[in-house]
Nanobody, 123 residues
Framework: QVQLVESGGGLVQAGGSLRLSCAASGLTFSNSAMGWFRQAPGKEREFVAV????????YLTDSVQGRFTISRDSDKNTMYLQMNSLKPEDTAVYYC????????????????WGQGTQVTVSS
């Protein structure tokens, strides 16, 4: 049974930083990719970043490039999203997701989801 557990969300002022973590279990890591998505109130869930578990490839959506970094620690079975220079428009519930296969940005391509962690950026 695959389980994804996010942590690290919170309230931060604009310009501040947070690091989200996603602890994974039950996944066959060698052929998987893990991503971050976010959903603001009244909006659809949107792609933020994705990384292959091997670490060989990753990409981030344009709006966070240069501010966010995605990484994973295979020894800890944990994926991270380092978020710097946060803006109020980054406020959302952030979800960790996993899939078997390569990089993907569509919600429908992911089979497993965490429960989400709230990130609130005040102006």
């Amino acid at each position: 049974q695959v389980q994804l557990v996010e942590s690290g969300g919170g309230l931060v002022q604009a310009g501040g930083s947070l690091r989200l973590s996603c602890a994974a279990s039950g996944l066959t890591f060698s052929n998987s990719a893990m991503g971050w998505f976010r959903q603001a109130p009244g909006k659809e869930r949107e792609f933020v970043a994705v990384v292959t578990w091997s670490g060989s490839a990753s990409y981030l959506t344009d709006s966070v490039q240069g501010r966010f970094t995605i990484s994973r620690d295979s020894d800890k079975n944990t994926m991270y999203l380092q978020m710097n220079s946060l803006k109020p428009e980054d406020t959302a519930v952030y979800y960790c997701a996993a899939r078997y296969g390569g990089l993907a940005s569509l919600v429908s391509r992911y089979n497993y989801w965490g429960q989400g962690t709230q990130v609130t950026v005040s102006s």
